[in-house]
């Protein structure tokens, strides 16, 4: 558990702060004896108890959600935006998660987002550090894309992604990183990134006349999406977490 946590809460506190409710809907749901530790009912939703270890406080039957810090990945469709809401009032990343964890404080974020026509991984986390080190330009943290376009692959895309000098529109000053196109097909391909600017993958290839068709992230560091649906999500485990921090 991350330091400064303290040993005791109280129960109103952490089911609001899980997001079951206000502190009062949480006192209530408490008081009407539908929220036990260790078997037995509670009836103070203001007497601190410990923080419960999984699977030992259960709300209305069922297992309390996780505790922070919570990491998952999602394997997200195409159509729903990165973001807490849409401005233009489509579904977002968070109506594929429980309607809780949107609730949740401290608040479960991003680290990285896909583009709303994109697939694949998603990192979340509630987890500050994590995502610091998950997202911070400094780390290089390698993303791995599977790409189609609509045109052949010229050839040299290889060679001009892997350069260190392509720049983008309206970023003439900043050249791209170094990235590492495999060419998996006649218009398809793998690019590895280790920097994430806007619509990157799109604007590289746009940079040399292409189009880009469909965009899915496979991994990031080292942690793979693997067989994880579309749509659907999974926590995380330590070891897991760990991968993701992993630069190759
Ligand atoms: N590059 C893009 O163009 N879009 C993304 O979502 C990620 C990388």
């Known amino acids: ?40 009912p509670l009836t103070d939703p203001a007497k601190p ?88 330009p400094r780390r290089h943290l390698p993303k791995l894309y599977l790409v189609e376009v609509d045109r052949p692959l010229r050839g040299d895309e290889v060679e001009i992604f892997a350069s260190g000098t392509l720049v983008l529109r309206g970023e003439e000053d900043k050249p791209l990183k170094p990235a590492e196109l495999r060419p998996t097909g006649e218009r398809s ?13 799109r604007r590289m290839f746009a940079a040399l006349g292409n189009h880009v068709t469909k965009l899915h992230r496979q991994s990031i560091g080292a942690l793979d999406l693997g067989s994880l649906e579309e749509g659907q999500w999974r926590l995380l485990e330590d070891a897991e977490r760990a991968l993701l921090d992993t630069e190759s």
Do not use: W
């Not at 089911?15 to 078997?39: F, H």
């Not at 849409?86 to 949107?102: A, M, S, Y």
């Open 1 to 40: 558990m991350a330091g400064g946590v303290k040993p005791t809460i109280r129960p109103e506190r952490l089911l609001a702060n899980l997001g079951y409710g206000s502190r009062k809907e949480a006192a209530r749901l408490i008081r009407s004896g539908a929220v036990c530790l260790g078997g037995q």
């Open 49 to 136: 108890i410990p923080r419960p270890a999984p699977g030992e406080m259960m709300v209305n039957g069922e297992p309390l959600d996780p505790l922070p810090p919570l990491t998952l990945i999602l394997h997200k469709p195409a159509g729903y935006v990165c973001s807490h809401r849409d401005p233009e009032g489509g579904p977002d990343i968070f109506d594929l998660l429980p309607p809780r964890f949107r609730l949740r404080d401290p608040r479960i974020s991003m680290a990285g987002r896909l583009d709303k026509e994109s697939t694949g991984m998603v990192v979340l986390t509630d987890d500050g550090q994590l995502l610091h080190r998950v997202t911070s």
């Open 189 to 201: 391909a793998t690019v590895e990134l280790r920097e994430g600017r806007y619509h990157q993958v």
